[in-house]
């Protein structure tokens, strides 16, 4: 079957892409003036900030991230590379906002480099209107989850919060999670090709390729690897049943290249690997971050909503692989078995199984779409299911992205911060060093790290380890009843240098830091003041 020519096609596409992932965030850049501050980001705003934090440290010579949101000790860790190697590209004075560009700058290309990867991922199993319709769905598509919320609004769609289990939420405010993806796919392609029942013509063992991608893969997002790591394996799972199957033994270079396709990628992973699994053994700040980043599965009856409709034409589609392209069948069927498994083991990120589930589903959906006989029997939706079901797919980003406009269009918290605020922040940039500490509350903590390079006690969920004990003490530390001694035993075991005081700080406590002699006011406007530690 001859591929229809995209050559002409591919600009609109690219437009229309690069208009829906950056029109909303256009539109609340318009909206900031004299009384709010666009922050960058229209949802998942705390991790946002996190990343223009992480991109700081790289502006100010970092190559080993630290979290910026703990003042507990911590070594360097060779995570988060995109973003430490983004901020180097920074330059002239308001360098948050150089951030935010070179950040959007990350997700168009990312986006693009998914779109591309998806394309090419799905030409191996359709190349007729079914892959039209896959690369659609697995790549903006969501599933039904928004129907039962429209009556219970507390149970958000499973599309609305997990870009594992999705995707559309990647390029429009995730790149590094769009670019792990795109890695992962490109790998899974070469390595598919090399299976007869798959590829068209010869093809060579693509050992540099299948070397490489799962470094950078690891450096993009080292956990990304387990999905890869477990889909190698199933390959190699598939060449050893062929072979105990055909009953054969007889040398031949084209079943040793199918074999060491898999090893050649999990050989590549080991150190990325191993380093995350030592790291997790024996580095105290990475199991504290560890034991607070948890991310469960959602129940059944979520999962059910978000997949559960499309597995008719999914199963039809699988059945036709297994008659015409058995590797393929094998493959999808390993990919949906194995990551509804994985996503049910007791692991603090269960939910980051669910990585890629949606393309194994999209993918073989195509399939059924384009071929002979589609399952109209059991929904009768004939011919039209190529218009149908990527419409239904996309409902889900529709009301998202509708939330999103609507939150771009009415300045407030945490999408815009106050005017004041953020000159604050700049002034604590101007007199602060990279690192040093400052005490602030949680709600403060987040965005200020995103403007200057200090690092607080509380800020980001996981990252902020021991985070109940910390909000007790910066809670006691504005309260009126609390002893300076102990406000100066804390200030100066922790090397804390400065104190901000802000409304969040206010809301904790009667205490005033302007009558305390070991506090020298630095600045102060509106309704926020720092303060330096000084010698009583």
């Keep these: 079957m001859r591929e229809r020519p995209v050559n002409k096609t591919w600009w609109l596409w690219a437009t229309l892409l690069g208009l829906l992932w950056v029109g909303p965030y ?149 790149p590094h999670l769009a670019l792990a993806r795109a890695l992962s796919l490109l790998l899974l392609t070469r390595l598919l090709r090399l299976y007869p029942d798959v590829r068209q013509g010869k093809t060579a063992l693509p050992w540099k390729s299948l070397l490489a991608l799962p470094l950078l893969l690891g450096w993009v997002h080292g956990f990304q690897l387990v999905s890869l790591t477990m889909l190698s394996g199933g390959l190699l799972l598939w060449d050893l049943l062929r072979e105990g199957l055909r009953g054969k033994s007889r040398f031949r270079l084209e079943r040793v290249t199918h074999f060491l396709g898999p090893l050649l990628v999990m050989l590549a992973a080991t150190p990325w690997l191993f380093y995350l699994a030592y790291l997790s053994r024996t580095d105290p700040f990475v199991q504290a971050w560890m034991a607070q980043n948890v991310l469960p599965t959602p129940a059944w009856p979520t999962l059910a909503w978000a997949y559960l409709w499309v597995l008719p034409w999914a199963w039809w589609g699988w059945q036709h692989l297994r008659r015409t392209r058995p590797t393929l069948a094998f493959f999808t069927g390993w990919w949906v078995v194995t990551t509804l498994t994985l996503a049910h083991i007791p692991h603090p990120l269960q939910r980051r199984f669910l990585e890629g589930l949606w393309v194994a589903l999209s993918a073989l959906v195509g399939t059924a779409l384009d071929t002979s006989r589609t399952p109209s029997r059991l929904l009768p939706l004939g011919a039209r299911s190529h218009l149908v079901l990527p419409a239904l797919a996309g409902i889900s980003p529709l009301l998202f992205g509708m939330a999103l406009l609507q939150r771009a269009q009415h300045p407030a918290l945490p999408v815009f911060r106050p005017r004041e605020e953020i000159v604050a922040f700049q002034a604590l940039a101007r007199m602060a060093r990279p690192g040093d500490a400052v005490l602030a509350a949680y709600a403060t903590g987040n965005p200020l790290t995103a403007w200057a390079p200090v690092r607080v006690p509380l800020g980001l969920g996981p990252e902020s380890i021991h985070a109940d004990t910390w909000s007790r003490r910066v809670r006691r530390f504005f309260q009126a009843s609390t002893s300076d001694a102990w406000r100066q035993e804390l200030l100066r075991t922790w090397r804390f240098r400065f104190v901000f005081y802000g409304p969040a700080e206010r809301a904790l406590g009667t205490w005033d830091p302007g009558t305390a002699p070991y506090l020298h006011l630095r600045f102060r406007r509106g309704g926020y003041a720092i303060y330096e530690v000084v010698a009583p």
Excluded: C
Excluded at 61 to 82: D, H, K, L
Excluded at 110 to 126: E, I, K, S
């Design 26 to 174: 256009v539109v609340a850049w318009h909206q900031q003036g004299d009384a709010w501050v666009f922050t960058g980001f229209l949802f998942a705003v705390e991790d946002g900030n996190s990343y223009i934090a992480k991109m700081l440290l790289g502006y100010h010579g970092a190559w080993r991230f630290t979290s910026p949101y703990t003042v507990e000790p911590q070594r360097g860790y060779w995570i988060f590379g995109p973003y430490l190697l983004l901020g180097k590209l920074a330059w002239g004075p308001d360098v948050h906002a150089r951030l935010v560009v070179l950040f959007h700058l990350f997700r168009l290309v990312a986006g693009g480099l998914l779109a591309w990867a998806l394309w090419a991922f799905l030409g191996l199993f359709t190349r007729g209107r079914g892959r039209w319709a896959a690369w659609f769905m697995a790549l903006l598509g969501g599933g039904l989850g928004w129907v039962p919320w429209l009556w219970r609004p507390e149970h958000l769609p499973l599309s609305w919060y997990s870009p594992e289990g999705f995707g559309f939420l990647m390029p429009w405010g995730l």
